[in-house]
């Protein structure tokens, strides 16, 4: 179990790359889009409809899985993959990022993130080697290091001083990881024997700090690495040369995770740039907005000329809701109904998971640089009519 | 296609008895019992859900589907089955309900009843006539008439106005339906020449008034009978008793909807005095609210016990949520997830269709009343622990 975590780059087309990243839970193809599932739970999607969507592996946040209904009590339950009946690899973050943007008056010092709870007020306190015990009692496949999140702009010595803290964070949380590994697994209450840790690379968009940020992180070592703190408000090619620079010094042959992002657009350049794995709430969040993904460019439901429109609202998706309606979708949504948000939940996911595996396939077929092209010209536009 | 309206009793144990209901899109084995699609979805599922769960007809409301998206833009897109993607059958109801319970400002006299939208204040009429013709163009298989709804208590004066009122409007009703049959359809847009009309007995609890609608309801003629006016605050007795006394003098070979019931308990108290439809929102409303109907009774989901329950809700139910899920049920509901709507809404579902298919199969081996007693001793107990 201990080596049950493996990944292998099966082929490259230039910077892309297709890979398997072996689990305890079970395989996940690269590049990989992970839905995010807040609090064990993908918004109105039931597991089978992720499976079907063909989703492999779900992202849990540890903050909101701690507060409710708390990790202990999953770990009693035998884990996360239990408690939520998903039986498929699960990545949690770290509880950071939320603590950051949710949690009331925090505290941030060396030690970690005293804050309150924003259910109940109640005080709890987040330090790195809290957020790896937590993460070992869910259980997941791939845990997070506990970073520190800054907000976009931050100046140079801001930037500086939260990725040194953060690369000393990172080296408590391995510690506390090893720890676990090496025998104080029974006394955290560890479910998951064969689980992971990634680290993260912060450094804002100054270069020279993701390069230290990276150096540094890796000679700490751990079995995949994350790209932190982008996605935040930069600009689109800061971001794009940031994640390009930063993905080129991290380890050939252990897996990439661009947190946070993103756009189609966004993962379609930067698997061009090397990434293997990436999360985002756009689809879920969006498809509840009725901002619906397609083939096409984006779409908003509320839009009158899909009033009585009697096309599919992507005739290249396969999914339950392209197969079987399309006026009805607007109707649904402007009357408020949940099942507007099951099904565009259930379209804007089949639309990501399917995104990734043509890029896995054109990949393989060394057409990636086509294919992008193409769809930079289609699915990444704004709106149809654009 | 005008014929393809057919009701045939099949079989009966005592007063209970199973049928077949013929409809233009197909056939519902009664007793049956119809999810509610308010505006054209049961909220949180998917027809395919539905379809899954057993159900064989769904109610929509016309009130609802009148206002949005109106009845002129479902009939342009050839109807409401098509509208929706739902290609079994559909009953409407006359949308007099939601004129009583809903809209503002209404003004009932004998032309109709004049109201403001619940939504953004627009004056309507709603007529016998347009009650009628509203429905044409929705196209669904069953029509009801447009009957006024009384609260109770009611006098015995207000109850004689207002039954002599809707035996009235029923004849206005019957009227405007057959012009329609007889060539009016093209001209109001009807969308379904094979659509059937449904009369409603009303009277109160005054079961003399409850005979005496019943046969001048009878005398217009109808392709089947409800019982409208019930389940509306009267003690359970009474109602079982009205129901019991006015079933009796409904047509033996044409079909019986008690409108707006009911509990698990009233189902089969109801089909055991010659019900043979019903509807009701409590299955799904009370799914949202974390009560779930099961073979021991209500379960309420928020309860500390389910917690870190591992058994299934149910353990007689087959359903999805059942068969994957036990203690993050709860949680689902607690941390205020769509995906607790959906699940409990398939559960309760799946436990009202399954309980109405056991009501059929125990009526064709003549152990009904075993199977009732049975049932009221378990499945309707408003708790496990009662």
């Not at 993904?293 to 339950?320: H, M, Q």
Request: net charge neutral; proline share 4%.
């Amino acid at each position: 179990m201990p080596n049950a975590f493996r990944f292998a780059v099966l082929d490259t087309d230039s910077a892309a790359r297709i890979g398997e990243l072996q689990t305890p839970h079970g395989v996940v193809q690269t590049p990989a889009f992970m839905p995010v599932g807040t609090q064990g739970s993908v918004k109105a999607m039931r597991h089978r409809d992720l499976e079907d969507a063909g989703a492999q592996i779900l992202l849990g946040n540890t903050y909101h899985l701690y507060l409710r209904p708390g990790d202990a009590l999953i770990a009693r339950r035998g884990g996360l993959h239990r408690f939520i009946g998903w039986p498929h690899p699960i990545l949690t973050d770290s509880g950071g990022y939320q603590v950051f943007s949710l949690a009331e008056r925090r505290k941030i010092d060396e030690r970690g993130a005293e804050f309150r709870s924003h259910l109940d007020g109640s005080v709890h306190m987040l330090s790195p080697e809290t957020a790896v015990d937590i993460q070992a009692r869910l259980g997941s496949d791939i845990a997070m290091v506990l970073d520190e999140c800054l907000a976009y702009p931050a100046s140079r010595d801001e930037t500086v001083a939260s990725m040194q803290r953060s690369v000393r964070w990172a080296a408590r949380c391995r510690l506390r990881f090893d720890s676990i590994r090496d025998g104080a697994g029974t006394e955290v209450g560890a479910t998951n024997s064969g689980q992971a840790q990634f680290g993260i690379v912060q450094g804002g968009v100054y270069q020279d700090l993701r390069d230290q940020s990276a150096a540094e992180t890796m000679a700490i070592g751990f079995e995949g690495y994350a790209i932190g703190g982008l996605s935040v408000g930069e600009p689109l090619d800061l971001m794009y040369s940031v994640v390009s620079e930063t993905a080129r010094r991290l380890p050939e042959h252990q897996p990439r995770y661009l947190m946070g992002a993103g756009t189609p657009r966004d993962l379609v350049e930067c698997v061009a740039r090397g990434i293997d794995m990436f999360d985002c709430v756009l689809p879920t969040r969006n498809a509840r907005n009725g901002q619906l993904f397609t083939s096409r460019g984006r779409i908003n439901i509320k839009n009158a000329r899909y009033a009585e429109d009697e096309s599919p609202l992507d005739p290249s998706c396969g999914c339950y809701t392209c197969r079987t309606h399309s006026a009805y979708l607007r109707h649904l949504y402007l009357a408020g109904e949940m099942t507007a948000g099951v099904l565009n939940t259930l379209h804007n996911l089949t639309f990501y998971l399917d995104t990734m595996r043509r890029i896995r396939e054109a990949i393989s077929l060394r057409t990636f640089d086509k294919f992008r092209q193409e769809f930079l010209r289609s699915a990444s536009r704004l709106s149809p009519d654009s």
